[in-house]
């Protein structure tokens, strides 16, 4: 529910900003036209963080889900 949600709001609220500015491919890259190198890695770095926290709990997830089901 979260990671909907949060793809929602994004596409709601910042995927106009981003399509307006030229030359950009992510967040960060907006970020850093406004902000600043230092925002960009540090978006950035949230962003790689909370996708391995995103693996892992799918591999958890699914490692429990086969342990279940095949002992």
């Given at each position: 529910?979260?990671?909907?949600?949060?793809?929602?709001?994004?596409?709601?609220f910042l995927a106009p900003h981003i399509n307006m500015?030229?030359?950009v491919l992510t967040l960060?890259?907006?970020l850093?036209?406004?902000y600043g190198k230092i925002v960009?890695?540090?978006c950035s770095?949230?962003?790689i963080i909370s996708f391995i926290m995103l693996l892992a709990g799918n591999l958890v997830g699914t490692g429990?889900?086969?342990?279940y089901t095949w002992g």
């Open positions: 529910i979260g990671l909907g949600l949060s793809l929602l709001l994004n596409g709601i500015e030229e030359r960060p890259d907006v850093a036209k406004r960009e890695v540090l770095c949230a962003s429990v889900i086969l342990s």
